[in-house]
Nanobody, 123 residues
Framework: QVYLAESGGGLVQAGGSLRLSCKAS????????MAWYRQTPGKQQELVAH???????NYADSAKGRFTLSRDNAKNTMYLQMNNLKPEDTGVYSC?????????????????WGHGIQVTVSS
């Protein structure tokens, strides 16, 4: 069994910074793509940023220039550095990863989600 654990959320004033982490635990043979999603009340869940296993990133327009996504494959961990935060960045951030496990060996990956972490940016 594998799972993802997020950390680093909280309350910050507009203009401030937070660093979110997402760590995969369990028997992890490898991780393909990873991503952060945001859920805001009344809106559909949206992709914030995405990173391939080779470190190629892409960002939502709202995140470009302010957020930086990275990963440490040796630690099975992904990081989202969020700078110059705005009130509209408020939401529950969930990480997603395509994880290779003994059960998926030769078949593919397990699509795994974290429980989500709250980020609140006050004006």
């Amino acid at each position: 069994q594998v799972y993802l654990a997020e950390s680093g959320g909280g309350l910050v004033q507009a203009g401030g910074s937070l660093r979110l982490s997402c760590k995969a635990s369990g028997i992890v043979l490898g991780i393909d793509n990873m991503a952060w999603y945001r859920q805001t009340p009344g809106k559909q869940q949206e992709l914030v940023a995405h990173i391939t296993n080779r470190g190629i990133t892409n960002y939502a327009d709202s995140a470009k220039g302010r957020f930086t996504l990275s990963r440490d494959n040796a630690k099975n961990t992904m990081y989202l550095q969020m700078n110059n935060l705005k009130p509209e960045d408020t939401g529950v951030y969930s990480c997603n990863a395509l994880i290779r496990t003994p059960q998926t060996r030769g078949i593919g990956t397990q699509d795994t989600w974290g429980h989500g972490i709250q980020v609140t940016v006050s004006s």
